[in-house]
């Protein structure tokens, strides 16, 4: 046996991958991180920009645990490389847009890669059997172990004894009767176990940390698809779906409006690349307006967009519709009223 085992852990910034490096840490192995960065992510984003959001942390969870933990951690963008898992899923979708069983071998795979390439030993998740209906049953999570290619070397923790023995455990690197058996979607075990190990601050229990596990963020991507007419994206796409009210009227356009001051000025930062419009006589949202839209459509859009200003009930609004040529129209019009907004425009 080499003089010092090492691990690497995929941190989430959630509960339980924390829970699942203390248990093996506290055998005396030397414990990495690595967090995936797949632009997907909830952490730190929204949060930042909201301030319905102002009371909570502003910071990047998975860093957090790290520090919390005193490990190292390193942050690995895989934007571009984890299209093919978002767009073609060999195991499906769960219940919205998330590809679960892909995702999660396609990062313990390169969790695997990672491990060879820097000498490390096995590699550590924070996964329970029968928390995620996809990813983390008993009869996919060998296939997550399988078709990383990790094998034996991967380590659940906080499951292990439901699962067979693992190399690390075999080898006698780690003690297999210091390792759990959670189960199921409860949080009371790991809330226990924080507590023991004096953890009195965590992300919220379940780590949820996807946006592609959010119905109406999917429905945001679907329609994206759709109208794009092939399964695409760029990072900025991502993005702006996770900011604003969108709504789509019809097939040429759709329109993002900003539903305060932050989400406003996130989106100013795009306004070089889509069609806007700026309320000139009251207060209101900068909106985006996407696609295609036709004289008509631009005066639809400037109606929605005095309808989520505080001109909302007057007679005449005044905007400025900004075109991608830079060309301006100054338009007056009258707000929608929200009974005449058809709810399957909004996204």
Not at 72 to 85: A, G, P, Q, S, T
Not at 201 to 211: E, H, I, L, T, W
């Amino acid at each position: 046996m080499q003089d010092k085992i090492k691990a690497v852990a995929l941190i989430s910034g959630g509960l339980d991958s924390m829970l699942a490096v203390k248990v093996i840490q506290d055998q005396g192995i030397h414990v990495e991180g690595i967090n995936f960065y797949t632009g997907f992510c909830v952490e730190g984003h929204t949060h930042a920009i909201r301030s319905k959001d102002k009371a909570k942390p502003k910071r990047n969870n998975a860093l957090w645990v790290a520090e919390q933990l005193g490990i190292k951690l390193h942050i690995i963008d895989i934007v571009e490389d984890y299209k093919d898992v978002v767009i073609n899923p060999k195991h499906g979708y769960g219940a919205n847009m998330n590809p679960c069983l892909d995702c999660k071998i396609f990062m313990v795979n390169r969790a695997r890669t990672w491990m060879e390439e820097n000498n490390f030993d096995f590699i550590i998740t924070g996964e329970v059997m029968g928390q995620r209906p996809m990813s983390q049953r008993k009869e996919t999570m060998p296939k997550v172990a399988q078709q990383s290619g990790a094998f034996d070397r991967l380590v659940r923790p906080l499951c292990a004894k439901n699962l067979p023995e693992t190399l690390p455990e075999k080898e006698g690197w780690i003690d297999r009767d210091k390792l759990h058996n959670i189960t199921g979607r409860g949080r009371k075990p790991q809330i226990s176990m924080a507590k023991d190990f004096g953890f009195n601050d965590f992300a919220q229990p379940a780590g949820g940390c996807c946006f592609l596990t959010d119905k109406a963020y999917s429905n945001k991507l679907d329609d994206l698809w759709k109208n794009r007419g092939e399964k695409r994206y760029e990072l900025d796409d991502i993005m702006l779906l996770k900011v604003g009210r969108h709504l789509r009227p019809n097939e040429r356009f759709k329109i993002m409006v900003g539903r305060e001051e932050g989400e406003n000025n996130y989106l100013e930062g795009y306004t070089y690349a889509f069609s806007h419009i700026r309320p000139l006589d009251y207060t209101g949202p900068l909106v985006l307006v996407d696609g295609a839209p036709n004289a008509e459509d631009l005066r639809l859009a400037a109606r929605l967009a005095a309808r989520f200003g505080s001109g909302r009930d007057a007679e005449q609004v005044q905007v400025e519709v900004t075109q991608l040529d830079g060309s301006r129209i100054a338009m007056h019009v009258k707000p929608m009223p929200v009974a005449d907004i058809p709810l399957e425009w909004y996204l």
